[in-house]
């Protein structure tokens, strides 16, 4: 039986966390989801304590990346992933409240695959990461990235 992937979700917002961990249960998915609070933990699980290529956990299926994230971005670490060769294809979705067009501009250039703003309201929020899972996590093809060539 094959593994379910992992999600990454970078997310500092405990509120938000727990709405993800809910939608993701509501809607029987059934892949690990892993939470970095900030930005230095999303890179340390990607990449390893040095940021080098040395981390040894199961690279995710799916990033869900919040920009305003204390210690290093959401842009910052959206860099970092797309210069790296074992990370530059892994789908990111850059799940945020920002509201600024500079935001999504910066989002986009760095290699997001898509930018959604956050909805206030439970129910909304609820339907879009919904909408969101079932794009990625069951239509969508992704390369398989991380294995080498």
Do not use: C, H
């Not at 919904?130 to 093809?141: H, Q």
Request: overall charge negative; proline content about 3%; hydrophobic content about 40%.
């Amino acid at each position: 039986m094959e593994k379910k992937k992992v999600i990454l979700l970078v997310e500092d917002n405990t509120d938000d966390v727990d709405l993800t961990i809910y939608a993701l249960r509501k809607n029987e998915i059934l892949n690990e989801l892993v939470v970095a609070r900030d930005g230095v933990e999303a890179l340390e699980y990607l990449f390893g304590e040095d940021n080098g290529n040395s981390g040894n956990n199961e690279l995710p299926q799916l990033i869900l990346l919040d920009l305003k994230l204390p210690k290093i971005d959401g842009l910052e670490v959206l860099r970092k992933l797309r210069n790296n060769e074992q990370t530059r294809l892994l789908p990111v979705i850059v799940l945020t409240s920002s509201r600024e067009e500079k935001d999504v501009l910066n989002s986009y250039a760095l290699g997001a695959n898509s930018y959604i703003r956050k909805p206030v309201d439970f129910n909304k929020f609820f339907g879009v990461i919904k909408e969101i899972l079932n794009y990625w996590l069951a239509l969508n093809v992704s390369p398989e990235v991380g294995k080498g060539e």
